[in-house]
C-alpha cells in the first residue's frame, strides 16, 4: 500500500497540474472567415509582439480591407444602385463589452479603423452614412474616391442588364425585369396575401455578390476581441446596412466566453442575433460547433433558403463553425496548435 502523500507533495502536485493546464491551452489564437490568410496573418504579427486581441483584430480586418479580399471588403467593389462603394465595420473588446462600428461609410477605405475610433473617442457605438464620413475627416482619415475599373464595370453591366438581380419587392415597374425607379405595389386585402407577397422575392446571397471578413481574436492574455469589415451587398439599395456592423450580428465576444462571428445573408442574419446566441451558448458549456450549428438552426427554421454561416472560438482555444446554403464553409485559423495559417473546411447542414 502506497504511503499517504505529505502536505508538502500535495502543494507540489496542484502547483504542476496547474502549470502543466496553463502551458497546453492553445492560445494565442486568430479565426476568420473565408480563406483570407493574409488578414489571419497580419492579425497574428500584432499577437506575436505582444499586441491586442483588439489590436490584432484591426490589423487582420486591415489587411483585407487594403487587400480588397474576394472583392467583397473595401472600396472599389460591390457598387449599389447608384454605383457607389459603401463600407460598413465594427469592432469589440470582450474586456469591456465596448463595441464601436460604422455603417454605409463613404470615402474612407479603413472602415475598421474607423470604428475602432467610435469605440475608443466617443460614447456611441455606431454611426452611418456622410455623418460617419465627417467623423473620420475630423479624426484625420484619409478621404479618397472608393471607385475603382471594377466597380463602374459592374454597375454599368447592371444597368444594361434591367438592373438585375436587385432588392426590391412589392413595388412597380416589375423590379425582376425593369430598372427603376419604383412605387408602392398595392397590397390586397387578405393578410396571409400580403404575408406570401413578402415571401415570394427571396434574394439570392452567396460568395458572387457578398462575402464579409468576421474576425476573433485571443491574446497571450486571454482577451477577446471580434469585427468585421465588409462592403455590403453588391447593387444593394443605396444606406443599406447589413449585419456586419451590428454587434451580436456580425460579431460577438465576452472575456469570460469566447467570441463568434457570421457572413452571408445580413439582413435576415441581424433578425437571429447568431454570433451573440452562439455565445451565449458556450456560456453554457456548448461546444464552438454545436453552439454555431444550433445558431445556423435558429435561422433556417425561418428562412430554408438562407446562406451563411458562423464560426466560433472559445478561451480555451477550442473552435468550430456551421453553415448552410452552401456545400462547405471554408475559414481560417493561426494558433499554437496550428502554427501556420490553416484553412478548414466544415460540410454545410
Not at 492560445?27 to 506575436?48: C, D, E, G, K, R
Not at 455603417?103 to 475598421?112: M, N, Q, S
Not at 393578410?191 to 457578398?210: C, E, F, T
Not at 456551421?322 to 454545410?348: K, R
Request: with cysteine; aromatic share 8%; charged share 15%.
Amino acid at each position: 500500500m502506497a504511503a499517504p502523500m505529505k502536505e508538502k507533495d500535495i502543494k507540489v502536485f496542484v502547483l504542476l497540474i496547474i502549470v502543466c493546464h496553463c502551458v497546453s491551452l492553445p492560445l494565442p489564437v486568430v479565426i476568420n472567415t473565408w480563406p483570407f490568410t493574409n488578414a489571419t496573418l497580419a492579425a497574428w504579427q500584432m499577437l506575436s509582439n505582444n499586441r491586442t486581441a483588439v489590436d490584432a483584430v484591426e490589423a487582420g480586418c486591415t489587411e483585407c480591407e487594403l487587400e480588397r479580399c474576394d472583392g467583397s471588403v473595401g472600396w472599389g467593389s460591390n457598387p449599389d444602385e447608384a454605383g457607389e462603394t459603401t463600407l460598413d465595420a465594427m469592432i469589440m473588446d470582450g474586456i469591456t463589452h465596448d463595441v464601436g462600428a460604422v455603417g454605409a461609410i463613404r470615402l474612407v477605405k479603413t472602415a475598421i479603423s474607423v470604428a475602432r475610433a467610435v469605440m475608443e473617442r466617443t460614447t456611441h457605438t455606431l454611426l452611418v452614412g456622410d455623418q460617419a464620413t465627417s467623423f473620420a475627416k475630423q479624426l484625420g482619415f484619409q478621404i479618397s474616391d472608393l471607385h475603382s475599373n471594377k466597380s463602374v464595370d459592374m454597375y454599368n453591366q447592371w444597368k444594361q442588364n434591367n438592373c438585375q438581380p436587385n432588392y426590391w419587392k412589392n413595388v412597380v415597374p416589375d423590379p425582376t425585369k425593369f430598372c427603376g425607379p419604383y412605387k408602392p405595389k398595392p397590397f390586397p386585402p387578405s393578410v396571409h396575401q400580403v404575408r406570401q407577397l413578402s415571401n415570394d422575392a427571396y434574394k439570392r446571397i452567396g460568395g458572387d455578390n457578398h462575402d464579409t471578413i468576421g474576425m476573433i481574436a485571443i491574446d497571450m492574455q486571454g482577451n477577446v476581441a471580434g469585427g468585421t469589415s465588409t462592403n455590403g451587398l453588391n447593387h444593394k439599395v443605396p444606406g443599406r446596412v447589413g449585419d456586419s456592423p451590428i454587434a451580436g450580428a456580425g460579431s460577438y465576444v465576452d472575456n469570460e466566453v469566447g467570441g463568434a462571428a457570421g457572413t452571408g445573408d445580413g439582413d435576415i442574419m441581424m433578425r437571429f442575433l447568431p454570433s451573440f446566441y452562439a455565445v451565449m451558448l458556450m456560456k453554457t458549456g456548448v461546444s464552438p460547433s454545436v453552439a454555431t450549428a444550433e445558431a445556423m438552426k435558429s435561422i433556417i427554421k425561418y428562412y430554408p433558403d438562407f446562406v451563411g454561416a458562423v464560426l466560433a472560438v472559445n478561451i480555451r482555444g477550442e473552435h468550430g463553425a456551421a453553415c448552410h446554403g452552401i456545400a462547405q464553409f471554408p475559414y481560417s485559423i493561426i494558433s499554437p496548435d496550428y502554427p501556420q495559417v490553416t484553412v478548414l473546411n466544415v460540410p454545410c447542414i
